[in-house]
Structure formats: C-alpha cells, structure tokens
C-alpha cells in the first residue's frame, strides 16, 4: 500500500529562522510528487512538481528537493506570511495519488 | 479570473437528510475530483471524473454520489448513508486526465450535523 508520511506534524520558528520539512513515500515507482500549501479555511495551493531524483524547483524563500525515498522543503528565512499548513502529494506508477497529512508551519516575528 | 467555486462554505446536514455541495470550475479542465479532509489525515478521494458523463469511486465512496453531465460541474451528493460526514470537502480539477500534472483546488465546503 501506498504511504506517505510528513514530518514533523508541527514546526514553530522565528522569524529568519531557516528550516526543512520532510515528505518520505513508499509507493510502487513515483511518477511525480507535488506540494501544496494550504492555509486555515482555504483549499490547498498548488507550489511545486518534482519528477525525479535530483530535481530541485524554487519560489521566492521555498525550494522543494527530491530523492529517490522522500522530499524536503526548505524554508530560508521565513516570515510569518509563510505560516501554513504544507502538504505532499506522491503520484505513483499506476497513477494513484496519496497525500500526506501535512506539516503546519507557525513563524512568529 | 479562471478557477474553481465551492458552495456553500458552510453546510449543516440533519439527521437522515441528503445535501449536495456545488462545484463549478471555468477552467476548461477535463478531470474533476472530490476529497474528504479530517483533521491529522491526508486528503482521502471520494469520487473522480475524468470527462463528461463518466465517474469512478475513490478510496471513500461510500455514502457519496457524484453527477458529470457538464464539463464544468462536479456536485458532490452526501447522502443519508454517510454516517460520519462532518469534514472539510475539497474539489479540484487538473488538466491533465492521467493525474501526472498538479491539481487546482477550491476553497472548500465544511459540512457539519445538526
């Protein structure tokens, strides 16, 4: 069965406070891995498609990287506007796609 | 602006009552999608479609009924048969009919019992 699992649940920084979440999958050969961020009340926003190991996309403070078992995003020097909830979504070989539970990211000024 | 329209953002269900929640997007996108989300689990799909006319059930169906009989539209019915349906529902759409291109969200119905 396919599984993804973010860690950690939870994540409070400061303000400029660098840090990395973590997306591992165990599914039957990923065909891509997505990530979203959503905020309280809203629907998930679409951030960045990865498709293979090695890959890296960035956005303004994000960048999302890829390895053959998990992903990560790195968040340099966030700021509070970058409070959310981020979540990851595997899209296996047989085209089915499993979402994590996500991480929620707090950043206090 | 291009996009997807959720309504209503809230909905309150009595007991052994049917609700239908709205899903319009004008987006020109072939596959639709309907998610369940709980709190501390990721996004379970109830129903798909992937062009008009034709559904399939996810990984949650039961208790859910789903129409496509226009490109643009994807109503979500829960029936009296979902016995736990408090939850956020999340639509989207994706151009892309093999799911291998990102999908678009809404803003989502919460839906809760009376």
């Known amino acids: 069965e396919d599984q993804v699992t973010q860690s950690p649940e939870a994540l409070r920084l400061q303000e400029g406070e660098s840090s990395s979440l973590n997306c591992s999958y165990t599914v039957s050969g990923l065909r891509g891995l997505f990530w979203y961020r959503q905020d309280p009340g809203k629907g998930p926003e679409f951030l960045f498609t990865?498709?293979?190991a090695g890959e890296e996309k960035e956005k303004e403070r994000l960048k999302a990287t890829l390895t053959k078992k998990e992903s990560f995003l790195h968040i340099t020097a966030p700021k509070p506007e970058d409070s959310a909830t981020y979540l990851c979504a595997v899209l296996s070989n047989d085209y089915k796609l499993s979402f994590g539970a996500g991480t929620t990211v707090t950043v206090r000024a | 602006d291009g996009g997807i329209t959720q309504s209503p953002k809230y909905l309150f269900r009595k007991e052994g009552q049917n609700v239908t929640l709205s899903c319009e997007q004008n987006?020109?996108?072939?596959?639709m999608y309907w998610y369940r989300q709980d709190p501390g689990q990721g996004l379970r799909l109830i129903y798909y479609?992937?062009?008009?006319?034709?559904?399939q059930k996810g990984d949650i169906a039961e208790g859910y009924s789903v129409s496509r009989e226009k490109k643009e539209s994807f109503p979500l019915t829960v029936t009296s048969a979902q016995k736990n349906p408090t939850a956020f529902y999340l639509c989207?759409?994706?151009?892309?009919?093999?799911?291998?291109?990102?999908?678009?969200f809404g803003d989502g119905t919460r839906l809760s019992i009376l």
């Open positions: 479609s992937q062009i008009v006319n034709d559904f």
């Open positions: 987006l020109n996108h072939d596959a």
């Open positions: 989207a759409s994706s151009i892309s009919r093999r799911g291998n291109q990102p999908q678009h």
């Open positions: 990865l498709y293979s």
